[in-house]
């Protein structure tokens, strides 16, 4: 089987208490089971820790970096520095909480290796799909509306949109990431959207999942949310 190599993004904007945890997890999971990878850690403007503690947990790993800048822009933002920057075949992103583990990693890869998707995405709403501890129920309504909204705006069928764990083979990557319109919240509708209207074969993937306490939603944000995705919309018009 061909060597394919691996790049795993982690966007993360003050996951200074988060990230930690999660990081050491990682590099040990990827070093007993990955011959081949990288990790790209993209800090998107943090005013907290995130940055120092990174850096001192991969400081003796060549192929472990961070990537960081001073204006926080928005996930998607960070996202695609990371795609920018990777080396991989295959380049996925996850969340910085944990809330996805990282054996989660080696299941979408090896499902790469074997049947050569341009795209697969985690979802936690699958019948096969693993919740262990599930969001507080008014985040569980707002993403269920939020999905039939966005689903019937950009005539989509997933399942779970906002799954922040996504992977990409390397050309599909560049090319869905070039460009961006959004790069808050609404930009894995957006590359979702593209995926789409380019013909990409994409798979969805019943992930384990965990709700993570933490959010950075604010109250008004789902409201924003909801029109930017209505603004997006009328740019693909």
């Known amino acids: 089987m061909e060597n394919y190599r691996l790049s795993i993004i982690i966007p993360a904007f003050n996951e200074g208490k988060r990230i930690p945890l999660f990081l050491r997890e990682l590099i040990e999971f990827s070093l007993k089971n990955l011959s081949n990878f990288e990790i790209l850690i993209v800090n998107d403007g ?9 850096r001192n ?19 998607g933002h960070a996202v695609l520095q990371g795609v920018i920057n990777a080396t ?11 809330s996805t ?6 299941n979408m890869f090896n499902l790469f290796k074997k049947f050569k998707f341009d795209v697969i995405i985690g979802s936690r709403r699958l019948d096969k799909s693993n919740i262990i501890y599930s969001q507080p129920f008014v985040r569980r309504f707002i993403s269920h509306i939020f999905n039939f909204y966005s689903n019937f705006l950009f005539r989509l069928n997933i399942k779970d949109l906002l799954c922040g764990f996504k992977g990409f ?5 560049i ?3 070039k460009d961006l319109k959004s790069y808050r919240w609404e930009f894995d509708v957006e590359i979702l959207y593209r995926i789409k209207r380019e013909g990409f074969k994409i798979f969805q993937l019943p992930i384990k999942w965990k709700h993570e306490e933490g959010s950075k939603i604010k109250p008004f944000d789902p409201i924003l949310i909801f029109l930017n995705i209505l603004k ?4 693909y018009i």
Request: net charge positive; charged share 30%; hydrophobic share 35%.
């Open 101 to 106: 583990p990282p054996n989660e990693i080696l």
């Open 57 to 75: 947990i991969i400081k003796n790993y060549e192929n472990i970096k961070i990537i960081s800048y001073k204006e926080n822009k928005g996930k």
């Open 169 to 173: 083979e390397r050309n599909v990557a």
């Open 88 to 98: 991989g075949d295959f380049i996925l992103f996850i969340d910085a909480d944990g």
């Open 175 to 177: 090319q869905i990431f």
């Open 46 to 54: 943090s005013t907290d820790n995130t940055k120092k503690v990174t």
């Open 232 to 235: 997006l919309r009328l740019k």
